[in-house]
């Protein structure tokens, strides 16, 4: 009793003592601690360890006093959610979203200056954002937000660098932690107990993408990407930040199990959204990259009325909803790279037909998917969207491909006063253009695919006709890229870029050797099965048949296979696999459409070493005899001289059984597992 009033009248008399606060996740594994120490600081556990050590958080504005040092807690507020929600389609169906939150509030004692950060603990990561509510408007020049990964010198990380001309389409680097300077989200790291995180982020809307930058050995800093003059975010003073993200789990399949980015987005907004759709689409398209056909007029123009109807035909006769048809437009002749300003989006080539076209469509019933390539010339593009989704919309196109090539930091825009401005595809200005395009299309209940994108951070599960994105070196890599992408390219997207949403790879090349064969031409560095397997492995809504028509009627035993496989899910599961070495993925087919629900599919790949998986099927229904349909690399099959070379058999197997897939050097396996 005396001790405790001795401490009463102690904490009275001095300054007021820091606090911290703990926040755990459902499990108790993963805890936040959240404290006022000096200034607004957080840690991360896993298991009982530091994983995040003692954090920053803050910002600097270049119109206010800086949220830093001298701040305090003074009010924290506690909830607890357990729900599930329905994706109008995905890679999984039902989304559990169980986490626990803690709204802190830091003040200012003299200036009453006050920010709240709002803390969310789910058993597969944490996530927090800033809520601002000031009266007057806000500039920020930093944001202050730390990432101090603990025991940082043990650590292995995988990345792709920040800020290059070459934007979000590098090779992923596998180095030590140490090594990784500017770096791009998702950024992916093992520590020295093996545990597994992904540092990134959800819902970026009105505000600069975050890359990461390793001012001090371990520790990473936000680092936002500036407008052309150099402010990062312009606000009124009401804004919250997007959610800081880390995914954290004790192995690397946890984290492609993780939801925790889309947990982390607001709900749809968009209403009944029945008119996106899901899907497998050809187009006029693999011919431009391997040179065979030209987007500009001419000779070699890809896009003509004959060789659409054509597309159109082969579409529906295999399934395939749509036909992607690049080049259709004016504006591609000349150096399309470089005169952005000169694409119209209304105006098809004299021809391309496109009401011929679109009458061809209905009637074989495939449709044509629309292209808006811009260059990078955004103002041009921008004045012209309604009425290019007008013209798609009565053409009965329901998907557009967009396109943003230009080099990072090259982004073209015309300002207030009409001068020319140059940006950066993932600063705030692209990021509300970008979103701003898909809110517009949805408008014609059009759908989007970006290219040359701002990275996915979930918007999605808000804005659902925002199917898919590039965001990552894709197939096209492998018709001209210096270097083609190499074997492990795969197993490196599964476990960072595909963290944060759908990619639109464009699998399934079936012919590797246009240049030749071999390991120093442009080719895919890819056996035949691996092709297959890409479509289980790298999830989309929508999936291209990349090559071109005569190559799968070539091979109509592997088509087999793209003709088959759904491109939505029930359920997903990463089985097994090591980041950069391989993958193993199980996905349940949705019931919609032609399929009927029952059906599982498996994808395996790996990089450059032959490997056997043992894939244990305990994930089918028990009871249910399911005949498994198997493409695996054939005995002898490696990627470089022996591509071709697989093994198409077929097998009944139940629940409990095991399938070992082989998976030959740059190789892969893809299974239909269908219930009978
Ligand atoms: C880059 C895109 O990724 C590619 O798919 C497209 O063909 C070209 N831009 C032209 O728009
Ligand atoms: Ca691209």
């Known amino acids: 009793m005396r001790y405790s009033l001795l401490l009463m009248a102690l904490a009275a008399s001095l300054p007021l003592q820091a606090k911290t606060l703990s926040l755990k996740s459902p499990n108790g594994e993963i805890e936040l601690r959240v404290s006022d120490e000096d200034a607004p600081h957080y840690a991360v556990l896993f298991q009982g360890k530091l994983v995040i050590g003692s954090s920053r958080l803050g910002f600097d504005f270049n119109n206010a006093a800086n949220f830093r040092g001298g701040f305090d807690i003074s009010d924290s507020q506690r909830a607890t959610v357990d729900s599930s929600w329905e994706q109008p389609w995905g890679e999984a169906r039902i989304i559990e979203d169980k986490h626990n939150e803690l709204l802190v509030s830091f003040s200012h004692p003299e200036s009453k200056q006050a920010y709240k950060v709002r803390f969310r603990a789910f058993d597969d990561g944490v996530g927090f954002r800033y809520e601002v509510d000031a009266d007057t408007p806000l500039n920020i020049t930093r944001e202050l937000t730390e990432f101090a990964v603990e025991d940082a010198d043990k650590a292995d990380a995988w990345w792709i660098p920040g800020r290059g001309w070459n934007r979000y389409e590098y090779l992923y680097q596998h180095s030590k932690l140490a090594d990784a300077a500017l770096v791009q989200t998702p950024f992916t ?77 607001e709900p749809n907004q968009l209403g009944d959204v029945s008119w996106v759709q899901p899907g497998k689409y050809v187009g006029i398209w693999w011919g431009m990259h391997i040179n065979q056909n030209t987007w500009g007029s001419g000779s070699k123009h890809g896009a003509t009325t004959a060789e659409t109807k054509k597309y159109l035909r082969f579409a529906a006769d295999n399934g395939f909803d749509g036909v992607l048809v690049e080049g259709w437009n004016i504006g591609w002749d000349g150096d399309w790279f470089h005169n952005g300003d000169l694409f119209s989006f209304t105006e098809p080539f004299a021809d391309f037909d496109i009401q011929a076209i679109a009458d061809y469509g209905r009637e074989v019933g495939a449709r044509l998917i629309g292209h808006h390539e811009t260059s990078g010339s955004v103002s041009n593009y921008r004045k012209q969207w309604d009425g290019a989704f007008d013209l798609y919309q009565k053409m009965g196109v329901s998907q557009v491909k967009t396109g943003y090539v230009a080099d990072g930091g090259n982004i073209k825009r015309i300002d207030e006063n009409g001068l020319e401005r140059f940006e950066w595809h993932d600063g705030q200005f692209m990021v509300g253009e970008y979103l701003d395009n898909v809110k517009t299309a949805a408008k014609y209940q059009i759908s989007i695919n970006t290219h040359e994108p701002i990275k996915d951070t979930g918007l999605r599960r808000t804005y659902p006709n925002w199917l898919a994105r590039e965001g990552a070196r894709g197939q096209e890599y492998n018709a001209w890229g210096t270097p083609p992408n190499p074997p492990e390219h795969i197993a490196m997207l599964s476990f960072t870029r595909m963290l944060a949403g759908p990619m639109d790879f464009t699998p399934g090349i079936f012919d590797m050797s246009f240049n030749g064969l071999g390991d120093n031409t442009n080719r895919p560095q890819s056996t035949l099965a691996k092709q297959l397997a890409l479509y289980v492995v790298l999830y989309s809504p929508i999936q291209m048949a990349a090559d071109l028509p005569e190559n799968y009627l070539k091979r109509p035993d592997a088509f087999q296979f793209i003709k088959d496989v759904p491109t939505d899910w029930e359920q997903s599961i990463a089985l097994d696999g090591e980041v950069g070495d391989f993958v193993v993925m199980a996905r349940k087919e949705r019931k919609a459409r032609q399929y009927s629900g029952n059906d599982w599919y498996l994808g395996a790949v790996t990089d450059e070493q032959a490997r056997d998986v043992t894939v244990k099927l305990d994930f089918l229904e028990p009871g249910k005899t399911f005949e498994a349909q198997i493409y695996q690399d054939g005995k002898d099959a490696e990627w470089k001289w022996r591509p071709y070379e697989i093994d198409i058999k077929k097998q009944k197997v139940r629940s409990g059984d095991t399938l070992i897939l082989h998976l030959a050097e740059g190789g892969g396996a893809a299974v239909r597992l269908k219930a009978l």
């Not at 992904?198 to 936000?222: C, K, S, W």
């Not at 003059?229 to 997007?242: E, I, L, Q, R, S």
């Not at 192995?251 to 980015?261: F, M, V």
């Open 189 to 265: 790291f093992k520590n020295k107990d093996g545990v597994h995180i992904a540092i990134h982020e959800a819902a970026l809307v009105d505000y600069a993408a975050m890359t990461l930058n390793q001012r001090r050995p371990g520790t990473f800093v936000a680092e936002l990407t500036p407008w052309s003059d150099g402010v990062a975010v312009k606000t009124n003073g009401k804004f919250n930040t997007p959610w800081r993200t880390l995914q954290i789990a004790p192995k690397a399949t946890g984290l492609i199990n993780s939801h925790l980015i889309l947990n982390l987005n």
